[in-house]
C-alpha cells in the first residue's frame, strides 16, 4: 500500500484493486492491516477511488486508542494491506428515488463515499446539481476534498449537473463562511441559501455519511419535511451511513 498524510490524523491510503474486485460507488470494502506479532485488524472503509481504477483508495482518521488507527498510523509505504473479496453497502445513488438535485452531506472522512460517486461518470448526467457539504474541524482536514474543489471550477456543460462545493470548518473561526454544525446549517436555511436552492421532497434526494449523531439529527430534521429513508421495499429521498454507532 501507499499512504499519503493530509495532517497528524488524516490520511488517504492506497491499495492495487485485484481485477475480480468489483464495487458500486459509494460501496465499502473491509481493509486488513496485520501487526508485529502477527494480529490482523479489519475494519469497514469507504472506497473513495472510481469503480474502474485499478486501485482502490481509502480516507482514514486515526482515532486515539483505535487498534486499526494504532497498526495504519505505524504502517509504511509497501506494507501489506489485505481487502475482502466482497464489497458493501446501501449508500449508492441507486438507492434513492429519482429526482434533480442531489445532496451530499459528509463528516469528517464521510467525504470518501462521495469521492467515489462524483467520479461516476452517470452521476453528473442523472442530476441537474449537486451539493457537497463537508463539515471537518480544521481547514486541514479540507486538503482531502481538493478533487471536488476542482470538479466545482470545471466549465458547465449542457446535460451535466452544476457542482457546488460548501466546505464547513467548525473549530477555527473564520477559516470558512458556513461555520456551525451540518444539522443546524440545515435545519434554520443556511444550507439551502448558501447553495442557492430550496432542500425539499419534491426535489432533493440526500446522501448523508460520516458521524452518527449527525446522521440522526438530518434524518430528524428531513423527516420533518416528509423525506422517507430507502427502505428494502421502496427507494426514498435520503439514505444514511453511519461509521459508528452512538454510545447511549
Ligand atoms: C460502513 C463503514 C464505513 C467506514 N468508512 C470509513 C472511512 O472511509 N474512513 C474512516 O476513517 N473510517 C471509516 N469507518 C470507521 C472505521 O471502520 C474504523 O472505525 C476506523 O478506521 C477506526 O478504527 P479503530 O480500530 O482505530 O477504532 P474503532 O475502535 O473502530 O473506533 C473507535 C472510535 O473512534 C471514533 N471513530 C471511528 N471511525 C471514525 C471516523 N472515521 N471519524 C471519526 N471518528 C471515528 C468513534 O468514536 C469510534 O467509536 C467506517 C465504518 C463503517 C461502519
Ligand atoms: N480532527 C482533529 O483535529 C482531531 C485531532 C485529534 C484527534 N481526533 C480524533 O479523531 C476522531 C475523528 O475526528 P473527526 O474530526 O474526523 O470527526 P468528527 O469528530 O466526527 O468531526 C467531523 C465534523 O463533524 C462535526 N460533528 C461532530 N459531531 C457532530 C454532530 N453531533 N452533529 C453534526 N456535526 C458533528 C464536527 O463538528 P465539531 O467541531 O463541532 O465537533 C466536525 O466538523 C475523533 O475521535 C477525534 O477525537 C481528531
Do not use: K
Not at 497528524?8 to 486488513?32: E, N
Not at 501487526?35 to 480516507?59: K, N, Q, Y
Not at 421502496?234 to 453511519?242: L, R
Amino acid at each position: 500500500m501507499s499512504i499519503r498524510r493530509w495532517t497528524d490524523t488524516l490520511l488517504s491510503v492506497r491499495v492495487t484493486r485485484d481485477p475480480a474486485f468489483r464495487f458500486t460507488a459509494g460501496h465499502y470494502a473491509r481493509l486488513g492491516l496485520v501487526g508485529r506479532e502477527g494480529e490482523a485488524v479489519v475494519r469497514p472503509l469507504s472506497i473513495a477511488s472510481a469503480a474502474t481504477d485499478p486501485h482502490l483508495d481509502f480516507l482514514c482518521t486515526l482515532v486515539p486508542g483505535g487498534a486499526f488507527s494504532a497498526l495504519l498510523s505505524a504502517s509504511m509505504a509497501g506494507d501489506a494491506a489485505e481487502v475482502d473479496r466482497a464489497s458493501y453497502g446501501f449508500l449508492t445513488v441507486g438507492a434513492l428515488a429519482p429526482g434533480p438535485d442531489l445532496w451530499l452531506l459528509a463528516s469528517g472522512t464521510g467525504l470518501a463515499p462521495f469521492l467515489s460517486i462524483l467520479l461516476e461518470p452517470t452521476v453528473r448526467t442523472s442530476f441537474e446539481r449537486i451539493v457537497v457539504v463537508h463539515s471537518v474541524r480544521i481547514a486541514a482536514e479540507l486538503a482531502a476534498a481538493r478533487d471536488v474543489a476542482r470538479l466545482e471550477r470545471e466549465p458547465a456543460m449542457p446535460g451535466r449537473a452544476c457542482l457546488r462545493y460548501l466546505p464547513v470548518v467548525t473549530r477555527e473561526p473564520g477559516a470558512s463562511t458556513l461555520s456551525s454544525r451540518i444539522p443546524a446549517l440545515l435545519e434554520d436555511g443556511r444550507l439551502a441559501a448558501a447553495a442557492g436552492i430550496p432542500i425539499d421532497v419534491e426535489r432533493s434526494r440526500v446522501m448523508t455519511c460520516g458521524n452518527p449523531a449527525m446522521a440522526r439529527d438530518v434524518r430528524r430534521i428531513l423527516a420533518a419535511r416528509g423525506f422517507r429513508p430507502t427502505r428494502r421495499s421502496a427507494p426514498g429521498q435520503m439514505v444514511f451511513e453511519n461509521y459508528w454507532q452512538e454510545r447511549p
